[in-house]
Nanobody
């Protein structure tokens, strides 16, 4: 079982930046960590992920070039640097961990452990 501590959410204006942090603890073996988000009235969607082995990263098309995921394996921590934020980025952002294979690393079913979420609001 994995427990998470997430932080960094808040309310910002369009064009601003935020950095989300997530630290995992527990005994489960982790192959990758990821960020997903869920906007009001919408389904949870993939944002970005990072494999521990090799550091390969994956991004949703909607955030490519604006968001960057990084990690510290020794701390079991991942970070999401979000730049040029838009109102459509408003959502609850969830940290996730698991052992996904290539075909599932950008999908919900690739991850077995989930954080409680942190709110991000982008509004003028």
């Amino acid at each position: 079982q994995v427990q998470f501590v997430e932080s960094g959410g808040g309310t910002v204006q369009p064009g601003d930046s935020l950095r989300l942090s997530c630290t995992a603890s527990g005994s489960a073996e982790i192959g990758a960590m990821a960020w997903f988000r869920q906007a009001p009235g919408k389904e949870r969607e993939f944002v970005a992920s990072r494999r521990w082995m090799g550091g390969t990263t994956y991004y949703a098309n909607s955030v490519k070039g604006r968001f960057s995921i990084s990690g510290d394996k020794a701390k079991s921590a991942i970070y999401l640097q979000m730049n040029s934020l838009k109102p459509e980025d408003t959502a609850v952002y969830y940290c996730a961990a698991g052992r996904p294979i290539t075909s599932t690393i950008t999908t919900i079913r690739g991850y077995s452990s989930w954080g409680q979420g942190t709110h991000v609001t982008v509004s003028s």
